[in-house]
């Protein structure tokens, strides 16, 4: 049976009925631009697929039609705001001369620029506070974005590289941008790129 939380709803299969289909061809895109507002004030435990589908201006039907559970709103919430982090095979594709410094760069600046600053920031903070975000958050980082650092260096255990050089941008991450921890949070960006860079350069690229 759907719930009103999205918690335990299975996917709906088909075409959505009339009604749904009303509310026409950007329904997807708004109802995932109003899942990612929502989870952003509100963290994860607090919203539910019918606020989303309230957000959105359609029937929370419409929300499980396209996405399911909640756990897989959340999911689809974290590849948009994860979108530019995507693009890391770009950076990898350089070669490995310099590829720590690349990457060093590359990750700071998406989490310098605001507009992708803030979804980022929403995300982390709710896979802190609730288990079935972080599996999901997890889960996309293994797939998503480890996946791709691996396939692209070609280094001995590659996957266990890329998670200590994920593990070591995630930390500062959660260092600068949540906790705000000082003198991290307020370090000039290229002092942080100089000193991160030769650590992922070992990790990435040397054997």
């Known amino acids: 049976m759907t719930t009103g939380d999205g918690g335990a709803s299975p996917r709906r299969r088909g075409r959505p009925s009339r009604t749904e289909a009303t509310a026409g061809p950007d329904a997807r895109t708004r109802i995932l631009e109003a899942a990612r ?41 974290i590849e948009v705001s994860f979108e530019p982090a995507l693009e890391i095979a770009d950076v990898l594709d350089g070669g490995t001369e310099d590829l720590g410094e690349r990457l060093a760069r590359y990750f700071i600046g998406v989490w310098e620029n605001p507009v992708s600053r803030a979804p980022l920031l929403a995300i982390m903070r709710s896979a802190m506070t609730h288990d079935a975000a972080a599996k999901v958050l997890r889960h996309f980082v293994l797939r998503r974005l480890l996946g791709r650092i691996a396939e692209q260096v070609d280094v001995p255990d590659a996957t266990f590289r890329a998670e200590l050089a994920a593990s070591h941008m995630v930390g500062i991450a959660v260092l600068r941008y949540v906790i705000r921890a000082e003198p991290l949070a307020s370090a000039d960006p290229e002092k942080i790129i100089a000193m991160v860079g030769p650590t992922l350069q070992r990790y990435l690229a040397e054997d």
């Open 37 to 77: 507002t929502e989870f952003a004030e509100r963290g994860y435990d607090k919203t539910s697929v019918r606020g989303i589908a309230k957000a959105a201006g359609v029937d929370a039907a419409l929300v499980h039609h396209y996405f399911g559970t909640k756990d897989e709103v959340f999911a689809a919430a």
